[in-house]
Nanobody, 129 residues
Framework: VQLVESGGGSVRVGGSLRLSCTAS????????IGWFRQALGKEREAVSC???????FYADSVKGRFSISGDNTESTVYLQMDSLKPEDAANYFC????????????????????????WGKGTLVTVSS
């Protein structure tokens, strides 16, 4: 399994970025894919994930601002991030899990974080005021 993130950068508060995660070495049909982030000196935080059937889950902190989507033909998952805030600044990682994600957003993201099979090297997002 290989995951490569891209699309990070520096934006102003209120700006937008779209992150991409290109995957190889596994079938999208068997894994849920998602994003977590880690700011300097802070713990990892689940952001969003998408199941093979297209069900999506979001952290409370990004609901209404971030949107996850997948393109099976290109083996790529996207994270559209709008209305960015300073607290969104972090290193963003793409990860996969073979667990079946369901239930509430909080439950699914907690399961995702506890059962990641692989993750990429990350892409850095900075948000300036």
């Amino acid at each position: 399994v290989q995951l490569v993130e891209s699309g990070g950068g520096s934006v102003r508060v209120g700006g937008s970025l779209r992150l991409s995660c290109t995957a190889s070495g596994f079938s999208f049909a068997n894994y849920a894919i998602g994003w977590f982030r880690q700011a300097l000196g802070k713990e990892r935080e689940a952001v969003s994930c998408i199941t093979p059937t297209g069900e999506t889950f979001y952290a409370d902190s990004v609901k209404g601002r971030f949107s996850i989507s997948g393109d099976n033909t290109e083996s790529t998952v996207y994270l559209q991030m709008d209305s960015l805030k300073p607290e969104d600044a972090a290193n963003y990682f793409c990860a996969v899990t073979s667990k079946i994600l369901a239930g509430s957003d909080r439950y699914a993201l907690r399961l995702f974080m506890s059962a990641m099979n692989a993750w990429g090297k990350g892409t850095l997002v900075t948000v300036s005021s």
